[in-house]
């Protein structure tokens, strides 16, 4: 069983006169070997190549960690 949100934030500037931050979050929940697993990824979001990283990498972090569960 897996739960997946994807989440955008904004961070204030990290000193006075400069930008926002945005952040992207993907955080799953896993079921694996009978113990729930909290799996998070971020990301600064510069450019829509970094939406498709964090979906990219969050997908194959999962697919990887229910192949290895089923051993």
């Not at 993907?26 to 990301?43: E, P």
């Amino acid at each position: 069983e897996v739960y997946s949100a994807q989440m955008r934030t904004v961070l204030p500037p990290a000193r006075r006169g400069g930008e926002p931050q945005e952040v992207l979050v993907t955080r799953s929940i896993l079921h694996v070997r009978g113990k729930a697993l909290d799996l998070s990824i971020y990301s600064v979001h510069e450019s829509p190549a970094d939406l498709e990283w964090i979906r990219f990498t969050t997908t194959r972090w999962i697919e990887d960690l229910q192949r290895l569960n089923a051993r």
